[in-house]
Structure formats: C-alpha cells, structure tokens
C-alpha cells in the first residue's frame, strides 16, 4: 500500500514535519493513530477547516486510526494563535452545545463507527488537573525563552493588546493534550495547520521528557486562492458545512465559482479523485474547465451534505443556469450525473413574465414584492438595502434599481433573497 505520507505530499497537505524518515517508516510499518484539535468556539466548522478534516479522512482510508480532538478545556482559555487579540472566553455549556455540531460534520467526512475513529473532548482532563501538581510535573518542563519565540505568541507579544496570562498557558495545555493521548490511545501524531508548529513540537518534547518515548508531527499550509483571499471566506461572510448557516446550493455555488487557476488545487486537496485524473485538469481552458468546476462543486458538496443534496444543487445550477456537457472522460471516477439534459428543476418557485415588461425596466423591490420574496414593498426595500437582494448571482446595491431586459440571461433572470430563497422568471418574446 502507498504510505500515506505520499498521498498527503502529492496532493498539497503537508508544510512541515519532525523527523522526516523515521515518521515514514512510522507511517508505512503499522497502523497508526493521529490526532488534530478542532476549536468549539462555534458550533460549525467552515470550508477553512476542510484541510485537517480531509487530512484526517486520507489517514482513515490508508488504514490509520484518527482521533478528533474537541478543545473543550482549551476552548475554555483561548488559543491566541494567528490573533491579535484575546478571543471571547467560552462558557462549558456554550462549549458542550458546539461540540455536538462538531461531531455531527466530522462524521460526514469521518467513520467513527467499531472503533475505527474517536472524538475526545479535552475537558474530560483539563478540567480535572490541580494547580500546583501540574505546575510541578509538567510545567517544569518548559521553558519560558523557548515559548515567547513562538510564532503563536510572538504576534500578541508585538500587539497593543499584549499576551494575557491565561492565553500563555495554551502552549502547555496541547502539550499536555499530545501527552494524555499518547497515553491514553498510544496516539503518536498531531496535525495541524502552519500555526500550531510551535505547539505540536512542544507536545513532543513534553512526551521525550515524562515518557521517554517518541513522536510526530505534520502542519498544513495556509489555503489562499489564486487570488490571495483566505480560503472560505467570502464577500457574504463565512463558508459553513452547517446546512443552516450555508444552504448546500449555496455551498455548491462557492466552489462552482473557483478560480480557473485553484481548480486542480482544489480537486487535489477536497476531493478523493485520483490524482492520475487530475493531473489532466491542468491543461483544460474555457468550458472544458468549468465542466471540472461543476464536478469539483458536486464532490465537495457530496462530501459535506451527501449525495441527495449534491444532485439536487447540480440539478438546480442546471436548470438556473443551463447544463454543462460532462465529458465521459473527464474526472470519470465522479459520480456526477452525465449527459443529463437540463433539468427543470420543481424545488425553484418560477413564473413566466413577457419581454415588454422589462423594456422600461421594474425597479427591483417591486419585481421582489411581485414574485413573493418579500410580504411588502417595505420589507423589499429593507431587504435590498441590508444587501439581501440578488439578481443572477449580483449583489443589489440600491433598492429601486431598474431591472431591465439586460439582465435577461438566455431569456431567465433569477432573482435571490438572502442565502436560500430563489424565484426564477422565464421570460417569454
């Protein structure tokens, strides 16, 4: 079997890892377990958390054993890495809420059935340790010099705000963390993204000194698009695998609009198509491109909502915005949907409107008011106003704006209020 670190290094994963041979052989000798932490400070994870969870899966399906790690002590104290200031402390009930969320997504991407993977909450022991016992046993062990050059902590080192006490003690509490799973599961591997460096090499260091035993490490890079923006964010805000936060069509949507030039990237690191198939990305231009969009779009989506959900989101972008022709030869271990004609899709309420209507032109809060995505011509403009309002995809940015027969799109205008309410107008000559 190819070794896992392999696949993770060919498909874009990994940044930095400690011992580079003997964590190979480690990887490719027997079945491993690894583990990476997952912040509850939100009851949802986003698209950013895509790489750990994908990484966690590859480790899975390579016959290893992954541990997700929930923060439920940590995130009671706060991790100042990659901020500038002191987050929002957490309650244990706010705390307890999000890790069932949590628990919930990962399972999409993640067996946890038999055995075959765990999720453990940090508060089971972080919230049981005495002050002086564990300054003794294991603070001892670390040194202030080495830990205020880390890179977690030299940001808020530098910021006005500063590096509050509480914050300080993070570093120590994953290390103990990589300690009690190394204990508890013989768990010999953390993962993470390129922040936590400092924090993963200490957790081995903590484990060389009280056990005497060794262990390993892998940080992801950070994901930007091609055009430098942080991966997941977008105008609208966050991207979320919750299907109330971001409707699975809209989910679907974000990676239908990838970047030409992210489109194999992104094949490679959130989907589980061979590479051998999208190497041939690479060289496509024009529609054969966005044809791997729409199968990028559909795997992802599958992944994060299931199968039914990503069919009926490619079944309603191809009944808004036509039906792209789906070679049989591209990326063909998809299980999109091929040679569909477009679909007509029942779940988009629709109406048909003559082409003089729009010859003047409607202004937009009355065409919202009209078709029902608003109860009033008030709650349209208000709407509008919020930057609720869409046409074709385009933000409103005035709510009496004219919408005129130059927004009739193969003879369609679709119009969208908030995330999830569409109404399509088939335009008659």
Request: hydrophobic share 40%; with cysteine; aromatic share 10%.
């Amino acid at each position: 079997m190819e070794n896992v670190l392999d696949i993770l290094n060919e498909r874009g994963f990994i940044e930095q890892t400690t011992h580079d041979d003997a964590l190979r052989e480690y990887l490719g000798s027997e079945k491993v377990t690894c583990y990476i932490g997952f912040d509850p400070t939100a009851s949802s994870l986003h698209v950013g958390s895509l790489v750990p969870i994908m990484s966690l899966a590859h480790m899975q399906r390579n016959g290893h054993r992954p541990i997700a790690l929930v923060g439920g002590g940590t995130g009671l104290v706060g991790d100042p890495s990659g901020k500038t200031e002191m987050r929002k402390l957490l309650t244990e009930e706010d705390v307890a809420l999000n890790v069932t969320g949590l628990k919930k997504q990962l399972a999409r991407f993640i067996d946890f059935s038999d055995g075959n993977a765990f999720m453990v909450n940090n508060a089971e022991w972080l919230t049981r340790l005495e002050y002086i016992p564990f300054l003794r046993d294991i603070g001892r062990h670390f040194s202030v010099n080495r830990m205020v050059k880390a890179e977690s902590y030299k940001m808020r080192l530098d910021s006005e705000e500063g590096l509050s006490f509480i914050e300080f003690n993070y570093m120590v509490l994953q290390a103990y963390d990589f300690l009690e799973l190394r204990k508890r599961h013989d768990c010999c591997l953390q993962m993470g993204g390129s922040d936590q460096w400092g924090n993963i090499v200490a957790g081995i260091d903590l484990i060389r000194r009280v056990e005497g035993k060794s262990a390993f490490g892998i940080t992801f890079p950070l994901i930007t698009t091609a055009g430098g923006a942080k991966m997941g964010k977008t105008a609208a805000g966050a991207v979320w695998l919750d299907p109330d936060r971001t409707a699975p069509y809209d989910y679907y949507q974000f990676w239908v609009n990838t970047d030409d030039r992210d489109v194999a990237r992104f094949l490679a690191l959130f989907t589980f198509l061979p590479m051998a198939e999208i190497q041939s990305v690479t060289s496509l231009e024009g529609a054969d491109l966005n044809a791997a969009k729409s199968i990028l779009a559909f795997e992802a989506t599958r992944l994060a909502h299931g199968h039914e959900e990503a069919l009926k989101a490619y079944q309603s972008a191809s009944s808004m915005f036509g039906a792209r022709r789906l070679s049989p030869v591209l990326l063909p271990s998809s299980s999109i949907p091929r040679n569909q004609e477009t679909h007509d899709d029942d779940t988009v309420p629709q109406a048909e409107m003559g082409m003089e209507a729009f010859e003047n032109g409607i202004p937009c809060f009355k065409l919202f008011h009209n078709v029902g995505l608003a109860g009033s011509s008030g709650a349209a403009r208000r709407l509008i106003q919020q930057g609720g309002g869409y046409v074709n995809g385009r933000r409103l940015e005035r709510f009496d704006e004219m919408i005129t027969s130059n927004d009739i799109k193969e003879m369609q205008i679709l119009l969208r209020a908030g995330k999830k309410h569409f109404f399509k107008i088939r335009v008659k000559k």
